[in-house]
């Protein structure tokens, strides 16, 4: 309480018992119950900057930050910034499967409320392009080299061997990856515009908590930047396929739920499509190992990789489900584009 008074002082808060989460404190005081949260000072102007956009937007499901009796959004004590928030009770008033959905739904909302074009030029696109390009063509190679290498061997060690057995997986992920990428260039090579967001900058359940009516609501902007949609969608769908081998239509159906309410460009498709499918962690784990030095066994090697490349066969199911609704989707078009005109012709 000695520590946290100071700071609350600036809301005219007196503090009866405070409760340690680690960089969030549970502030009992007789004023309510309320959230100390700390953070890093160089987050402060963006995080309070990008907070007041959203609320000007209309952007409203992010737990109220409170400001001090003299106005600010934050205090700064002991070289930390600190800002003031309702305790939320976050009691689960519905399961895992529509906690997500109704997660998505309001990332949906908070991205098509902040949603700006900004310009690129052809020459940037190009670079990007390019340079990404060449970066996974060195995969390719390190790839291709690492297989002749392990085959060249009398006798392979266990990692090898595994590798082996895996490298037609890895290599086809990155394959479908770079020609999404090309697809991506070929669609967008002559537009000086792209798409961008607020992203929250940090998706996760923890940071999407309930109130006493079951709304839910934003929390923890810290990261928040102007971004692509897919910056934070990426990351989340990374993190739920990071378990044992499954088929998640749960990832399919909350990526889904998200582009009801904010649909993607036929190129924003093609590039989310193509950092989905990259095999970038299974392709690191095998880079370390290539690189070993004294330290991690050849068991906490192959447990690692074995671990990546899971995630590895999670995303290709999910990549698949969304390559079959696409081509649905497409399909679905054409015959209504085909019906549409040949009733032009009839009327005519």
Request: hydrophobic share 30%; with cysteine.
């Amino acid at each position: 309480m000695k520590k946290y008074a100071p700071i609350l002082k600036h809301y005219a808060v007196e503090p009866n018992f405070v409760e340690d989460f680690g960089r969030v404190q549970k502030v009992y005081s007789n004023k309510g119950i309320f959230s100390l949260k700390k953070i890093k000072p160089h987050h402060g102007p963006d995080f309070i900057k990008h907070i007041q956009t959203l609320y000007q937007k209309g952007y409203n499901r992010i737990i109220p930050i409170y400001p001090t009796v003299d106005g600010r959004y934050a205090v700064l004590y002991n070289t930390e910034l600190y800002y003031l928030m309702p305790w939320l009770a976050n009691e689960e008033k519905e399961n895992r499967y529509e906690r997500h959905q109704q997660m998505f739904r309001e990332l949906a909302r908070l991205h098509v409320l902040s949603v700006k074009d900004i310009p690129v030029s052809k020459e940037d696109r190009e670079e990007h392009y390019e340079n990404t390009s060449l970066e996974w063509e060195k995969q390719k190679e390190f790839l291709d080299g690492f297989i002749e290498e392990c085959e060249s061997r009398e006798y392979m060690s266990p990692y090898e061997l595994l590798y082996t057995q895996y490298y037609n997986d890895i290599s086809q992920a990155l394959k479908y990856s770079t020609t999404k990428l090309k697809e991506w260039y070929e669609k967008t090579k002559d537009s000086e515009k792209t798409r961008t967001v607020i992203i929250h900058g940090k998706v996760s359940t923890e940071h999407f908590l309930y109130d006493d009516r079951g709304l839910g609501y934003f929390l923890n902007f810290e990261d928040a930047r102007q971004s692509t949609p897919m910056h934070d969608l990426l990351p989340f769908l990374s993190r739920s396929l990071k378990t044992f081998p499954k088929r998640s239509e749960d990832a399919v159906d909350w990526l889904y739920t998200y582009l009801k309410h904010f649909p993607f460009r036929e190129d924003e498709m093609l590039l989310f499509q193509s950092y989905f499918t990259h095999p970038g962690p299974v392709l690191s784990a095998v880079e370390k190992y290539h690189k070993r030095k004294k330290g991690k066994s050849e068991l906490k090697h192959i447990q690692h990789m074995q671990k990546q490349f899971w995630l590895l066969k999670n995303t290709e199911y999910v990549a698949m489900r969304i390559d079959e609704i696409e081509r649905q989707k497409q399909q679905a078009q054409a015959e209504a584009a085909a019906k549409a005109e040949q009733e032009g012709a009839q009327d005519g």
